[in-house]
């Protein structure tokens, strides 16, 4: 058990398809439902309706989203996030109480600079079941720095983000799986201190998460079945940016938004936990890629990036006419079950 145990370090941070008629018909027509033969087979049972799953200190329990706190001092960043319940509804009229941090699934964005010590807080407002955090973008002891946090109980670490790129985090604590699929992941970008070669070039710039769902709370189907829903999410890297929850039509009821001719970057990360995902960006193909988010892992001229569970990428391409581009995983099965985003492309000034 873990009472505000505070460790020392240095660090930074900041915080269906929807079928395509055709990936490369130019028309960029995305159908805005997801067919009455997937609707039929895919079972969605609300969590109201699920109580049998549902541990009972949780079943009256929807914790409010919290605001993650941070502050930055020099090369120190200081960041304090929570565990918690909320409902989250994933699709119309399906309501999911998922563990969370602070709130959203995925979980509040988090950047920091390379080379900076992270200060992490995590205060455990789930009062049956320890959570912890574990970032990939740090190097660290497990058992020191990603040990579980005791319900209402709160504890600190600190750890050096010393690699630049798009990585993931999640609760750590077992069965993780468990605990990643029910809603406790997110993103940590660490910008490179040298920038990328292609700054200069960037009109745009957004981060897009896909995960996956599974039946609530069901470790039997999250281990051996197929996700009932794979979805896309947007996370506000820049003022004014959407924000919104991994949950169908996410990045269709708020698309990204670009002028024609602008090079747009994303930063992409397939938090799973187990599908691998093949982002593409139809009407368009991929000018720089950077795997991992690395600078040092530089591709260009790519029509698809896979992504492993937990994979991240910094893809950037040139929208050069106006109108509607759909981004997909472009494992089609995925798609159907809700993984299509839309950048919406106008004339501009």
């Known amino acids: 058990m873990l009472k505000k145990t505070k460790y020392t370090l240095t660090a930074v941070l900041m915080v269906s398809a929807l079928m395509l008629s055709a990936c490369g018909n130019g028309t960029n027509e995305v159908q805005h439902e997801v067919s009455k033969e997937l609707?039929?087979?895919?079972?969605?049972?609300?969590?109201?309706?699920?109580?049998?799953?549902?541990?009972?200190?949780?079943?009256?329990?929807?914790?409010?989203?919290?605001?993650?706190?941070?502050?930055?001092?020099?090369?120190?960043?200081?960041?304090?996030?929570?565990?918690?319940?909320?409902?989250?509804?994933?699709d119309k009229n399906y309501n999911y109480k998922a563990w969370?941090?602070?709130?959203?699934?995925?979980?509040?964005?988090?950047?920091?600079?390379?080379?900076?010590?992270?200060?992490?807080?995590?205060?455990?407002?789930?009062?049956?079941?320890?959570?912890?955090?574990?970032f990939h973008a740090v190097h660290t002891a497990p058992d020191k720095n990603f040990a579980d946090v005791a319900p209402n109980e709160d504890g600190t670490f600190s750890y050096k983000a010393s690699n630049p790129g798009v990585f993931m985090y999640h609760c750590g604590t077992a069965p993780v799986?468990?605990?990643?699929?029910?809603?406790?992941?997110?993103?940590?970008?660490?910008?490179?201190?040298?920038g990328y070669p292609t700054d200069n070039e960037v009109d745009k710039?957004?981060?897009?998460?896909?995960?996956?769902?599974?039946?609530?709370?069901?470790?039997?189907?999250?281990?051996?079945?197929?996700?009932?829903?794979?979805?896309?999410?947007?996370?506000?890297?820049?003022?004014?940016?959407?924000?919104?929850?991994?949950t169908v039509s996410a990045v269709k009821d708020e698309p990204l938004l670009a002028n024609a001719g602008d090079k747009v970057r994303i930063y992409i990360n397939n938090v799973g936990p187990n599908?691998?995902?093949?982002?593409?960006?139809?009407?368009?193909?991929?000018?720089?890629?950077?795997?991992?988010?690395?600078p040092a892992n530089h591709y260009k001229g790519m029509q698809t990036v896979m992504l492993p569970a937990s994979g991240g990428a910094v893809v950037e391409f040139?929208?050069?006419?106006?109108?509607?581009?759909?981004?997909?995983?472009?494992?089609?099965?995925?798609?159907?079950?809700?993984?299509?985003?839309?950048?919406?492309?106008?004339?501009?000034?």
């Open 318 to 349: 040139t929208v050069k006419e106006e109108g509607e581009y759909p981004f997909v995983t472009h494992q089609f099965n995925h798609a159907t079950k809700g993984a299509v985003g839309l950048i919406k492309v106008t004339k501009g000034e």
């Open 177 to 194: 799986l468990q605990h990643i699929a029910n809603g406790m992941h997110g993103v940590i970008i660490v910008k490179p201190n040298d």
């Open 205 to 246: 710039e957004y981060v897009v998460i896909q995960n996956e769902w599974y039946k609530y709370n069901d470790l039997e189907d999250m281990t051996n079945d197929v996700p009932s829903q794979v979805v896309f999410s947007t996370k506000a890297l820049h003022e004014g940016q959407p924000n919104t929850n991994g």
């Open 275 to 294: 599908e691998v995902s093949s982002f593409h960006v139809v009407g368009t193909m991929f000018d720089d890629v950077y795997i991992d988010g690395n």
């Open 100 to 134: 969370t941090f602070n709130g959203e699934a995925p979980g509040p964005l988090v950047v920091v600079n390379e080379g900076d010590t992270i200060h992490f807080t995590l205060e455990n407002k789930d009062p049956a079941i320890p959570h912890s955090m574990d």
């Open 39 to 90: 609707k039929s087979s895919v079972k969605q049972t609300s969590a109201t309706e699920n109580l049998q799953d549902i541990i009972a200190p949780h079943k009256e329990l929807n914790q409010e989203p919290v605001p993650v706190e941070f502050e930055r001092d020099g090369k120190d960043v200081f960041v304090t996030m929570t565990a918690q319940i909320t409902d989250i509804e994933i």
